[in-house]
C-alpha cells in the first residue's frame, strides 16, 4: 500500500475503530473514581428503589415511573458484579465496602446473586402494572439489599 492508501485507509476504518474502543473504555481510571463510580451506582439504585417504595404506597401508583426504576434497579444487579475489583475495598480509600467483600467471595457472590435473582421478579411485575406483584417483588427484592449490607456494607459516615 503506498502512503496515500494507507492514510485514508487509516482515516476511513483504523481512526473511528479506534475512537470508538477509548469512547467504550468508560471504565474509571484509577482505583478512587472507580469508587467514586461505585458509589453513585448505589446512589442511583437506592433513589430508583425509593421511587419504587414511594409509588407503592399511594392509592395509583405511577407506573410508568415504577417501570422505569425497576429497570435501574434489574441494571444494577446484572452490573454490580463489576464494581468490585479486587484492590478497591478499604485499603484504597474511604469506601462503605466492607474487606468482607474480597475475603469472603463465596459469600459476595451469593449475596450478589440472590439480589441478581430477585431483580428481574421485580421488572417483570413492574411491566405487568399489577400492582399486588410490585408489591411482592419489591418486599423480595429489599430483603436482598439487607442481606448484602448486613455483612459487607458499611454504614455512611
Ligand atoms: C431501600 C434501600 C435499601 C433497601 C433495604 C431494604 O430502599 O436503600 O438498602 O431498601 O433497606 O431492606
Request: proline fraction near 4%; aromatic fraction near 6%; glycine fraction near 6%.
Amino acid at each position: 500500500m503506498n502512503r496515500v492508501l494507507r492514510s485514508a485507509v487509516f482515516a476511513t476504518l483504523l481512526a473511528p475503530a479506534l475512537a470508538l474502543v477509548a469512547a467504550q473504555a468508560s471504565e474509571p481510571a484509577n482505583v478512587k473514581e472507580l469508587q467514586k463510580a461505585r458509589h453513585d451506582h448505589y446512589h442511583e439504585l437506592g433513589d430508583s428503589f425509593k421511587v419504587i417504595r414511594d409509588q407503592i404506597k399511594t392509592d395509583k401508583p405511577d407506573l410508568a415511573a415504577i417501570k422505569t426504576a425497576a429497570k435501574v434497579v434489574n441494571d444494577a444487579s446484572v452490573n454490580q458484579e463489576k464494581w468490585f475489583p479486587a484492590g478497591s475495598g478499604p485499603e484504597a480509600g474511604k469506601t462503605q465496602a466492607k474487606a468482607e467483600i474480597w475475603s469472603k467471595p463465596a459469600e459476595f457472590k451469593t449475596a450478589m446473586k440472590n439480589f441478581a435473582d430477585a431483580a428481574p421478579k421485580l421488572q417483570t411485575a413492574a411491566n405487568s402494572g399489577d400492582v399486588a406483584a410490585i408489591k411482592g417483588a419489591f418486599a423480595d427484592t429489599g430483603k436482598t439489599c439487607k442481606g448484602c449490607h448486613e455483612t459487607f456494607r458499611a454504614e455512611e459516615h
